[in-house]
């Protein structure tokens, strides 16, 4: 597995277990920090492995315990346990804090982002209907009378052509043909693009 650390012991001596390395880091043996590195490493990656479940960040947190046991070694105390639950220990707490650490900062970013974007999205959309009402206010002064009442009544009122005829006692095809005119003219005024 790429990136993960070695399984196999270091040269030295074969019986040394975890606890003498340890008690020999705690005083400072590189030596022995590096066999017992290569004792653990491998067993320690797969715990936070299976907990975090992102290789990248398994052994980025690997590293962080074993330099942790590297300055902490002298807190050892073989009279609680064995060097190997030591060490395992301060991996599980490593990558629970981890999972901790990367859930509080989705969480928060969850509940800021959609807060803001909310906001943003209904000023945007108040600012631009309200410059959109505005220009549409402008060109409709541009269209004759007919035109505008014509538009106004099917558009804004929800009449048929019929009844903005009716309404507005003119002839069917006029009020269609004013319409279309006047439609023609809004477009051009409003810089909209026939596709």
Request: charged residues 30%; positive net charge; proline residues 3%.
């Amino acid at each position: 597995m790429k990136g993960a650390p070695s399984r196999e012991p270091a040269a030295g001596n074969p019986g040394e277990g975890a606890d003498s390395l340890l008690r020999a880091t705690a005083k400072g043996d590189e030596a022995a920090f590096a066999r017992l590195y290569d004792l653990v490493a491998g067993r320690v990656y797969g715990l936070i492995r299976r907990v975090l479940r992102d290789a990248a960040q398994a052994e980025e947190v690997t590293q962080e315990v074993m330099v942790e046991v590297w300055r902490t070694a002298g807190r050892f105390d073989p009279a609680r346990g064995t060097a190997t639950a030591w060490v395992f220990t301060i991996a599980h707490r490593r990558a629970v804090d981890r999972v901790r650490s990367e859930q509080a900062g989705s969480d928060r970013v969850r509940r800021l982002v959609p807060e803001r974007e909310a906001q943003h999205d209904v000023v945007v959309e108040e600012a631009t209907a309200r410059l959109e009402r505005q220009q549409v206010r402008r060109c409709l002064k541009t269209l004759t009378e007919l035109q505008r009442e014509a538009i106004t009544l099917a558009y804004y009122g929800g009449y048929t052509y019929s009844e903005v005829a009716q309404l507005l006692e003119a002839a069917l095809p006029t009020v269609k043909t004013r319409m279309r005119d006047g439609l023609i003219r809004l477009r051009d005024c409003l810089g909209v693009s026939v596709a």
